[in-house]
């Protein structure tokens, strides 16, 4: 039977390596956990989100799936805003795309994927709906990350507009939502220029 040993002994290394730079660590993160921020990024393997923005586990509280959707019937992806807003009174909330996102690449080819199909249903209706500027780019590869922003911008505006970002704002909670995209070939941040603080900002940027 193979036991993934490797991963075991790369465990080991690895908290061993934490407690030289803080013995105290894990007996601290223990007991509280208070992140500043909600990572709603995508499930892609080389997207990691504590790694890429050089947080320590305890900082950033992670919600992840399929091209980093936002569905107001997901229960789950809910579930992490209702306790990351309500509970840990996180005060940033970061939708985080990567160009090169096969999903996106799913949603727009005309074929069959099976399950995911469903679940890329959102991203695919999106296309269709910038389908005349998304043609207009000549580069397959650059279509594809264009989508990629649109589809992070479209799920920014599916978090503004759920219950739990908007009872926040209405208690007066100094909360944030962010749109951001990671370049997976240059391991870099892009901010997408699309943060909102308030229902006064989610309706001058025409969110509904």
Same mark, same amino acid.
């Given at each position: 039977?193979?036991?993934?040993?490797?991963?075991?002994?790369?465990?080991?290394?690895? @908290?061993?390596?934490?407690?030289?730079?803080? &013995?105290?660590?894990?007996?601290?993160?223990?007991?509280?956990?208070?992140?500043?921020?909600?990572?709603? &990024? !995508? =499930?892609?393997?080389?997207?990691?989100?504590?790694?890429?923005?050089?947080?320590?586990? /305890? *900082?950033?509280?992670?919600? %992840?799936?399929v =091209?980093?959707?936002?569905?107001?019937?997901?229960?789950n !992806?809910?579930?992490?805003?209702?306790?990351?807003v309500?509970?840990?009174?996180?005060?940033?909330?970061?939708?985080? /795309?990567?160009? /090169? !996102? &096969?999903?996106?690449?799913?949603?727009?080819?005309? %074929?069959?994927?099976?399950?995911?199909?469903?679940?890329?249903?959102?991203? %695919? *209706?999106?296309?269709?709906?910038?389908?005349?500027?998304?043609?207009?780019?000549?580069? @397959?590869?650059?279509?594809?990350?264009?989508?990629?922003?649109?589809?992070?911008?479209?799920?920014?505006?599916?978090?503004?507009?759920?219950?739990?970002?908007?009872?926040?704002?209405?208690?007066? %909670?100094?909360?944030?939502?962010?749109?951001?995209?990671?370049?997976?070939t240059d &391991?870099?941040?892009?901010?997408?220029?699309? =943060?909102?603080? =308030?229902? @006064?900002?989610?309706?001058?940027?025409?969110?509904?």
């Amino acid at each position: 039977m193979d036991t993934l040993q490797s991963l075991f002994d790369n465990n080991r290394q690895w @908290a061993k390596d934490i407690l030289k730079t803080d &013995g105290d660590f894990f007996e601290k993160l223990s007991k509280q956990q208070s992140p500043k921020y909600l990572w709603i &990024g !995508c =499930s892609d393997s080389r997207v990691p989100a504590n790694e890429i923005v050089g947080l320590l586990p /305890g *900082e950033l509280f992670v919600h %992840r799936n399929v =091209s980093n959707l936002v569905v107001h019937t997901d229960m789950n !992806c809910l579930s992490v805003m209702q306790y990351a807003v309500s509970v840990l009174q996180v005060g940033h909330i970061i939708v985080c /795309g990567h160009y /090169g !996102c &096969g999903g996106v690449v799913a949603a727009m080819e005309e %074929r069959r994927h099976g399950l995911i199909d469903n679940w890329l249903r959102n991203v %695919r *209706e999106t296309y269709f709906l910038y389908e005349k500027e998304l043609d207009a780019i000549q580069d @397959a590869s650059k279509r594809v990350d264009r989508l990629c922003e649109i589809n992070v911008v479209n799920q920014v505006f599916n978090v503004c507009n759920t219950t739990v970002v908007q009872d926040a704002w209405d208690a007066g %909670r100094d909360l944030t939502v962010h749109g951001w995209i990671y370049g997976i070939t240059d &391991g870099l941040l892009r901010d997408l220029n699309v =943060s909102v603080s =308030s229902i @006064a900002e989610m309706r001058q940027l025409g969110i509904k």
